[in-house]
Nanobody, 123 residues
Framework: QVQLVESGGGLVQPGGSLRLSCAAS????????MGWYRQVPGKERELVAR???????KYADSVKGRFTISRDSAKNTWYLQMNSLKPEDTAVYYC?????????????????WGQGTLVTVSS
């Protein structure tokens, strides 16, 4: 199977920076798109940033100019560099991948989620 493991969350002061990482492992044939989402209690999970295998990116309006998504395709790893953090960025951040997994002689399209990492922006 396929597993996503996130790292890099924590506590940071307003205006500070953090970098999140997400590493995918398992029977992966191809990753079509990688993304970061976030969720606060009582609200729906929302897209933060997304990058396709072709390098196209999409950002939530609230993070444009502050967050940058990047990837290391050779390592099946992607990152979210978060700068100028604000208290309203506080959330559990989840990485996500749309990928093709190998299952024996077959292929299967999967949407996979990481376990989530907490980012707290507070003084």
């Amino acid at each position: 199977q396929v597993q996503l493991v996130e790292s890099g969350g924590g506590l940071v002061q307003p205006g500070g920076s953090l970098r999140l990482s997400c590493a995918a492992s398992g029977s992966i044939f191809r990753i079509n798109a990688m993304g970061w989402y976030r969720q606060v209690p009582g609200k729906e999970r929302e897209l933060v940033a997304r990058i396709t295998s072709g390098g196209s990116t999409k950002y939530a309006d609230s993070v444009k100019g502050r967050f940058t998504i990047s990837r290391d395709s050779a390592k099946n790893t992607w990152y979210l560099q978060m700068n100028s953090l604000k208290p309203e960025d506080t959330a559990v951040y989840y990485c996500n991948a749309d990928l093709v997994a190998t299952m024996g002689a077959n292929y299967r399209y999967l949407g996979v989620w990481g376990q989530g990492t907490l980012v707290t922006v507070s003084s």
